[in-house]
């Protein structure tokens, strides 16, 4: 390798400087930037915070008949946010939410940033010597605070006043902003139990939103058994047939045209929203770096689900992990992929016992789940056949991605292999496309064994004998062996 001059050397090293430095600078900016938005942000918080404590204690002191600078809480003026840049105004502005709205965003909020100004509510009824029903609340296992219910929202916005009551209960629907953005948890009271002593909980996603603006990306956990993938590759790296790629497009059609054809053409009313296809094929054929593509090309996050963790042996738990992923899915531009689905979309059999019975309720939640979905899922397989044939009318393509033929394996291998400088003078890609069937995944798995064959001989190229013995391997997985 030839040596660099001194001059070289030093125009390398200014180059990478500034390089460096711009990178710097830039970081700067993005962190002053967010900074900028949390102050914001906070301040804005803070003078909503300082309304809410006067509107609650005025509602305390009318409620025990106490003397108070107000007839109502009405006559308590809101902050002003109209001129308001802060995320969190934003929000208000693009909900349009008045004020009772924005009381019960900040009472689901104030346990986690002002837990003590919910104090108050802890006071006791000394006739019964226990608290006033009419406040709500719960306490939790290791926060002291006073948590609030719905009844405490009502409290607080009605008082005894039934008309404004059950207005207040209007804020808890599903068609509520509330409840299509995601940021409140809308949980089921216990059984027999009032519909307000449920608890008004934020989502994670509703309090990441309110406290820094931001949509939560979240991380893979047992609570979310599904992680964000994402792909370097574009679609030139994609090698597939020209029906694949046809039925691909309908999809990337509709991703970025949803909106169209629902509601500016009106199909709303006789077409689902969401859009549900099947891809099946061997490993290794593109379904999903597929997947991770049309996220990519829409702009839309891209979630992998994991089934070993989320098939539960305990009835109901199967139900709850998926309806845990459905629900924080549900008003997010995401793509739901699930690999290998026919571990947990399979066949439902005959009701011969408990088991089976559990097993075809799962099946058949599922069903009703992936057609409410709003967004779009991908369910993937090797095995098409072991499938429900109930999920087939149910989606919108299935799509039968091939092993590749030996013109799309070149085209694997050229791609794989980009830099040939990198190949010894003996590789020969025509043989090695027509010699041997091969995925793409294992065309890369190839070449990467072969490189690190190579390094280990001391060489910096790819020889013939590195790939032949990394096809070897590949092919010895799936039970066949190189006969040439």
């Given at each position: 390798?030839?040596?660099?001059?001194?001059?070289e050397?030093?125009?390398?090293?200014?180059?990478?400087g500034?390089?460096?430095?711009?990178?710097?600078?830039?970081?700067?900016?993005?962190?002053?930037?967010?900074?900028?938005?949390?102050?914001?942000?906070?301040?804005?918080?803070?003078?909503?915070?300082?309304?809410?404590e006067?509107?609650?204690?005025?509602?305390?002191h009318?409620?025990?008949?106490?003397?108070?600078?107000?007839a109502?809480?009405?006559d308590?003026?809101?902050?002003?946010?109209?001129?308001?840049?802060?995320e969190?105004?934003?929000?208000v502005?693009?909900?349009?939410l008045?004020?009772?709205?924005?009381?019960?965003?900040?009472l689901?909020?104030?346990?986690?940033?002002?837990?003590?100004?919910?104090?108050l509510?802890?006071?006791?009824?000394?006739?019964?010597?226990?608290?006033?029903?009419?406040f709500?609340g719960?306490?939790?296992?290791?926060?002291?605070?006073f948590?609030?219910?719905?009844?405490?929202?009502?409290f607080?916005l009605?008082g005894?006043?039934?008309?404004?009551?059950?207005?207040?209960?209007?804020?808890?629907?599903?068609?509520?902003?509330f409840?299509?953005?995601?940021?409140?948890?809308?949980?089921?009271?216990?059984?027999?139990?009032?519909?307000?002593?449920?608890?008004l909980?934020?989502?994670?996603?509703?309090?990441?939103?309110?406290t820094?603006?931001d949509?939560?990306k979240?991380?893979?956990?047992?609570?979310?058994?599904?992680?964000r993938?994402e792909?370097?590759?574009d679609?030139?790296?994609?090698?597939?047939?020209?029906e694949?790629?046809?039925?691909?497009?309908n999809?990337?059609t509709?991703?970025?045209?949803?909106?169209?054809?629902?509601?500016?053409?009106?199909?709303?009313?006789?077409?689902?929203?969401?859009y549900?296809?099947?891809?099946?094929?061997?490993?290794?054929?593109?379904?999903?770096?597929?997947?991770?593509?049309?996220?990519?090309?829409a702009?839309?996050?891209?979630y992998?689900i994991?089934?070993?963790?989320?098939?539960?042996?305990?009835?109901?738990?199967?139900?709850?992990?998926?309806?845990?992923?459905f629900?924080?899915?549900?008003?997010?531009?995401?793509?739901?992929?699930?690999?290998?689905?026919?571990?947990?979309?399979?066949?439902?059999?005959?009701?011969?016992?408990?088991?089976?019975?559990?097993a075809?309720?799962?099946?058949?939640?599922?069903?009703?789940?992936?057609?409410?979905f709003?967004?779009?899922?991908?369910?993937?397989?090797?095995?098409?056949?072991?499938m429900?044939?109930?999920?087939a009318?149910?989606?919108?393509?299935m799509?039968?991605?091939?092993?590749?033929?030996a013109?799309?394996?070149?085209?694997?291998?050229?791609?794989?292999?980009?830099?040939?400088?990198?190949?010894?003078?003996d590789v020969?890609?025509?043989l090695?496309?027509?010699?041997?069937?091969?995925?793409?995944?294992?065309?890369?798995?190839?070449?990467?064994?072969?490189?690190?064959s190579?390094l280990?001989?001391?060489?910096?190229?790819?020889?013939?004998?590195?790939?032949?013995?990394?096809?070897?391997?590949?092919?010895r997985?799936?039970?066949?062996?190189?006969?040439?």
């Amino acid at each position: 390798m030839p040596k660099r001059s001194g001059h070289e050397t030093h125009r390398l090293v200014r180059c990478l400087g500034q390089f460096a430095l711009e990178s710097l600078v830039f970081a700067g900016m993005e962190a002053d930037v967010t900074s900028a938005m949390l102050t914001a942000n906070a301040a804005s918080l803070t003078r909503e915070l300082t309304w809410f404590e006067e509107v609650l204690q005025c509602r305390i002191h009318l409620h025990f008949g106490q003397p108070s600078r107000y007839a109502c809480i009405e006559d308590i003026a809101a902050p002003e946010l109209s001129a308001d840049d802060s995320e969190y105004a934003q929000l208000v502005r693009r909900g349009v939410l008045g004020t009772n709205e924005r009381l019960v965003l900040l009472l689901a909020l104030i346990p986690h940033v002002r837990p003590e100004m919910l104090d108050l509510l802890f006071v006791r009824n000394t006739n019964l010597d226990r608290g006033f029903t009419e406040f709500g609340g719960w306490k939790g296992k290791t926060h002291g605070g006073f948590l609030p219910t719905h009844e405490t929202a009502a409290f607080l916005l009605a008082g005894h006043d039934l008309v404004k009551r059950f207005e207040v209960s209007q804020l808890f629907e599903e068609t509520h902003f509330f409840h299509r953005e995601g940021i409140l948890r809308r949980e089921a009271a216990e059984s027999g139990e009032p519909f307000f002593s449920s608890c008004l909980t934020l989502t994670a996603d509703g309090l990441h939103l309110l406290t820094s603006g931001d949509r939560l990306k979240p991380d893979f956990s047992r609570e979310f058994p599904a992680s964000r993938i994402e792909t370097v590759l574009d679609w030139n790296d994609l090698v597939v047939g020209s029906e694949v790629r046809a039925e691909i497009e309908n999809i990337n059609t509709w991703a970025g045209h949803a909106h169209t054809i629902l509601a500016e053409w009106g199909l709303g009313r006789s077409i689902r929203r969401g859009y549900r296809s099947l891809f099946y094929g061997p490993p290794g054929t593109g379904k999903t770096l597929t997947a991770t593509l049309i996220g990519k090309g829409a702009n839309m996050d891209v979630y992998r689900i994991d089934l070993s963790m989320m098939v539960s042996k305990f009835i109901g738990e199967t139900e709850k992990n998926l309806a845990n992923v459905f629900d924080q899915a549900e008003n997010k531009n995401w793509v739901l992929f699930f690999d290998e689905a026919d571990a947990l979309f399979g066949k439902r059999t005959a009701t011969s016992s408990s088991n089976d019975r559990h097993a075809n309720q799962q099946v058949s939640y599922l069903l009703q789940r992936i057609e409410d979905f709003p967004g779009i899922v991908i369910l993937a397989t090797n095995m098409k056949n072991n499938m429900d044939d109930a999920f087939a009318r149910r989606f919108q393509s299935m799509v039968h991605f091939r092993m590749p033929d030996a013109d799309q394996r070149k085209c694997l291998w050229q791609g794989v292999l980009r830099d040939k400088q990198r190949l010894a003078d003996d590789v020969d890609l025509d043989l090695l496309a027509e010699a041997y069937e091969l995925s793409g995944g294992a065309i890369a798995n190839v070449v990467r064994y072969g490189a690190i064959s190579a390094l280990q001989r001391g060489e910096q190229r790819i020889a013939a004998i590195d790939l032949r013995h990394g096809v070897a391997k590949e092919l010895r997985k799936e039970g066949k062996m190189v006969t040439n």
